[in-house]
Each structure stands twice: as C-alpha cells, then as structure tokens.
C-alpha cells in the first residue's frame, strides 16, 4: 500500500500565492511520476501539473508561468507553487503518483485525499 498525504491548501486572495506539498510513504520501490490534478464543482477532474523522477515537467496552458511543480526523489515529495492566484483556481487539488511496489515491483496509481485552495477577495 502506499498512502499520500497533502498540505498546504486555504483560502487566499486574487494574485496571492499558496504552496501545496504532498508526501508518499508506504512499500514504493520507485515513483516514475507525481503531479497535481484540480476538480472544481460541477468540472471534471483536470491535469494542473506533473513532474517525472528525470524532472520533466508538463503543465496545463492554463498554470503556465505562474504555478511550478517540484519533487524530492529521495523523499517522495511534490510541491506546487501557486502564484498570482485568480479565482478561476478555485478547485479541490489532489496529487497523484505513479510507481512500483518495492515487493513485486508491479505498478501503482494512487490519489490523495485533496485539498481545497479558494482563491476570493
């Protein structure tokens, strides 16, 4: 099992910025790639930004230039940093990892629980 854990979200206004971090723990032999995904009401879930163990990143169009995504390989952590926050941002963000077990090495694909980042005056 591997288990994710995020931090960071709130409540901020426009133009403001956030941090959101998101750790990985449990029986992982390796991450391939971490990334965040947002849901606000009434969407679908979408891609906000990923990150490979090599550190290619991908992000949407949306997010370019303002948010930046980061890992830590050797800890299992993601980072996103949130800047110049509009309201449109408002979402549930949830983080997201792709691996392998470290006893059968098979792959995995897990989800945090999510974190809400509101972004109003």
């Known amino acids: 099992q591997v288990q994710l854990v995020e931090s960071g979200g709130g409540l901020v206004q426009p133009g403001g910025s956030l941090r959101l971090s998101c750790s990985a723990s449990?029986?992982?032999?390796?991450?391939?790639?971490m990334g965040w995904y947002r849901q606000a009401p009434g969407k679908e879930r979408e891609l906000v930004a990923v990150?490979?163990?090599?550190?290619?990143?991908n992000y949407a169009d949306s997010v370019k230039g303002r948010f930046t995504v980061s890992r830590n390989n050797a800890k299992n952590t993601v980072n996103l940093q949130m800047n110049s926050l509009k309201p449109e941002d408002t979402a549930v963000y949830y983080c997201?990892?792709?691996?392998?077990?470290?006893?059968?090495?098979?792959?995995?694909?897990?989800w945090g629980q999510g974190t809400q980042v509101t972004v109003s005056s």
């Open positions: 449990g029986s992982i032999f390796r991450i391939n790639a």
């Open positions: 997201k990892a792709d691996g392998y077990y470290r006893s059968t090495y098979f792959p995995f694909s897990y």
């Open positions: 990150i490979t163990d090599d550190g290619t990143t």
